[in-house]
């Protein structure tokens, strides 16, 4: 059987509700993670596919969810079905190329320019200069798993530390 990627969910409690099913997309995960906290002023504007796992998008109220909001932040989990042999450090240098990142704490950061954003989302023609900055991403290990989030680019060490931690949450 082939499984076709779900659908996004503007709605969580109904995502919540398909994620419960064991014959769903991703009912076979069990659990899944969301972040413990988002900045203030935040609200919840999706859950999409992402690989094996959903990814879950943050945004400021006045701003529709495909608008570039510098503010946003997209916190993704990458499914332990998805578990290398690689290390940490190999996996963020794989997703990351061919972005250069850093070591901030416990977290690996990289940014993303408007040149990059434009190769990844060609459909949005944007006014920005190519070299500037519109996001970081930011990779982290925790309890054994992999995520990665996209965070404001006014992020400090501070802010990542305190928003790029999840929470496990049983499906059933």
């Given amino acids: 059987m082939v499984l076709m990627a779900p659908p996004a969910f503007n709605d969580f409690d109904e995502w919540l509700k398909n994620a419960q099913d064991p014959e769903w997309y991703y009912g076979e995960l069990g659990y899944f993670y969301i972040p413990i906290e988002m900045p203030e002023g935040l609200i919840f504007k999706r859950v999409s596919p992402a690989g094996r796992s959903p990814a879950f998008h943050y945004g400021s109220e006045d701003k529709e969810l495909l608008e570039y909001d510098p503010k ?33 704490g416990n977290h690996y950061v990289t940014e993303c320019t408007a040149q990059y954003y434009r190769i990844i989302f060609e459909k949005y023609d944007r006014e920005y200069k190519d070299e500037e900055i519109l996001f970081k991403k930011v990779f982290w290990e925790q309890d054994g798993e992999f995520f990665d989030a996209v965070v404001p680019t006014t992020f400090t060490q501070e802010d990542i530390e305190k928003y790029c931690v999840a929470k496990r949450i049983e499906i059933r």
């Fill in 72 to 104: 946003a932040i997209t916190i993704k989990w990458r499914s332990s079905l998805l578990k290398t042999t690689d290390d940490f450090e190999t996996r963020v240098k794989n997703i990351s190329e061919p972005l250069e990142y850093k070591r901030v």
